[in-house]
């Protein structure tokens, strides 16, 4: 047991808790950043988030999210210098709250939207990790949206991506009906072949069945959220029994309704059934919580308890031998 997240916790301390080595497995990269520095940059002053993202007018709170990021964030950060700024806050924010193994995800549209040669783009993270978070190892992710993902294009752009040797892992997000899994399974394929470790978002908005399909026919090492698997008792025992790890958002699934609060979060269950967890940011910029304010959360509501809590930070941090 770390006597220093026990302390930290216990004290409610978030310097304390900012200190710890700590991951940060589910964070997609443009909006890995905090509001905070993005508002010094622009040397604007940024409104905070609401409490929850409400649907409205037939539209589901992830359209209210977007409509919030699009009017809030980005008229601060535009064109390819606020793209590159955004970028730069993920990395800072990493060393800011120690974390010390991340995994952040990009796409291809947003790569080759600023970038001719993908060379010139991992050359231009590279730099962003060793000035901004030398301390933090990258598991840099590729994310593609099941809304508009062409497979074909992106399977022969993914052929000439992994000769890169840059990209850890694949994974699927966006919305969950757009596209059946099966849709993915030959980039899948093509991607464990090349030796990538296989993620989707999976079980945020849909069912536990649709978790257990995307990791039965995509081979999935991991899962984003995977939430509504705490529905179903076998499919939990299932996951445990493959060690299926969820990479979770506890303060994303409240502000989006998915959950009421922190203390019915079943991250509490999985972690019971033995099945890996995580907890992680999803999107800094816009639910603005740190990987060590989540900790802290938890905790406060009694969620999960200090020694609980050091687990499953153990847990995130030993994910690294997956990559080995
Ligand atoms: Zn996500």
Redesign the pocket.
Known sequence: MDERMTLALKQNSLKAMQKIPKSDL?S?GARGGHISYIAEWANVEIEQPPEKFLPKENKSALYSMQEWFKKTIRPHCVGFEGHLKRWEAAFAQAANDTISLMSISFRTAEIFKYFFKITDFIKTIQEYNRIFAPNTLLLPELTYAREDCDIDTELSLLKEIVTHNFFKSVDI?GDEHAQPVKCFKKMFSFAKSSGLILKA?VGEFGTADDVMEAVEELELDEV?HGNAASNNPQIMQWLAANQIQLNL?PTSNVMLGLVENYSVHPIKLFYEYGIPVTINT?DLLIFNQTVSQEYLNLYNAKTLNAEELNIIRETGLSAIERYK
Request: aromatic share 0%; net charge negative; glycine share 0%.
């Open positions: 589910h997609h997000c978002h984003h958002c999803d």
